[in-house]
Structure formats: C-alpha cells, structure tokens
Nanobody, 126 residues
Framework: QVQLVQSGGGSAQAGGSLTLSCAAS????????MGWFRQAPGKEREAVAV??????????FYGDSVKGRFTISHDGAKNSVYLQMSSLKPEDTSMYYC?????????????????WGQGTQVTVSS
C-alpha cells in the first residue's frame, strides 16, 4: 500500500518562499510520476509541477503560472518529492496536494494518479 505524507506549507508574504515536502512509503514502479496539484475554493484541481522518474533519470514539467518560480525535486533515497516555491503571489493561495502513480500517460491529469497526500494549505498575503 502506497502512502504519501505531506509537510510544510503555511503562510507567506507576496514575494516570499515556502517549501512543501511529500514522503512516499511503498513501491509503485520503476517509471513513475510524482506531481504537485493545487485546488483553490470553487476551482478545479490543477497540476502545478510533475516529476517523471524512469530508473535513475528524472524529468520535470511545470505549469505556465509557476514556471520560473517553483521547483520540483526528488530525493530517491528518501523516496520524497519537494516543491520549492519562491516569488509567491496571492494567486498561489490554495490547498496543495502531492500525488504519485506509475507513468502511463502525460502525468498532467488528476485522473492519472491513484495515490494522494492529505493536502496542505498555502496562503500568500499581499
């Protein structure tokens, strides 16, 4: 059974930084997506950043709204994925979720993931 446990997040001023962590227990496959999604009240859940691991290779993808500001990274030894968020904007305020599953599609759709973290709130004030 795969479990994802999130930590980090909280509140920050606009222009500030926060880091989210997601620790995974259990094995999925040798080719996985690990992603960060966010969902604001009244809005659909959207992908923010996705990391694709294939054996030892790692590829990262970002949404246009966070490109250049957020960085997704992976620690294979700890089976953890991180989201470093900088130059935060009030519109980044949302509940953030990490997700993981074997890589079968593009990794950008919520429905591609069966394993989810519990969610963590990020609030950015102006």
């Amino acid at each position: 059974q795969v479990q994802l446990v999130q930590s980090g997040g909280g509140s920050a001023q606009a222009g500030g930084s926060l880091t989210l962590s997601c620790a995974a227990s259990g094995y999925i496959s040798s080719r996985n997506f690990m992603g960060w999604f966010r969902q604001a009240p009244g809005k659909e859940r959207e992908a923010v950043a996705v990391l694709y691991t294939r054996d030892t290779a790692v590829y990262t993808f970002y949404g246009d709204s966070v490109k250049g500001r957020f960085t997704i990274s992976h620690d294979g030894a700890k089976n953890s994925v991180y989201l470093q968020m900088s130059s935060l904007k009030p519109e980044d305020t949302s509940m953030y979720y990490c997700a993981a599953d074997k890589a079968l599609g593009r990794g950008w759709e919520e429905g591609e993931y069966n394993y989810w973290g519990q969610g963590t709130q990020v609030t950015v004030s102006s």
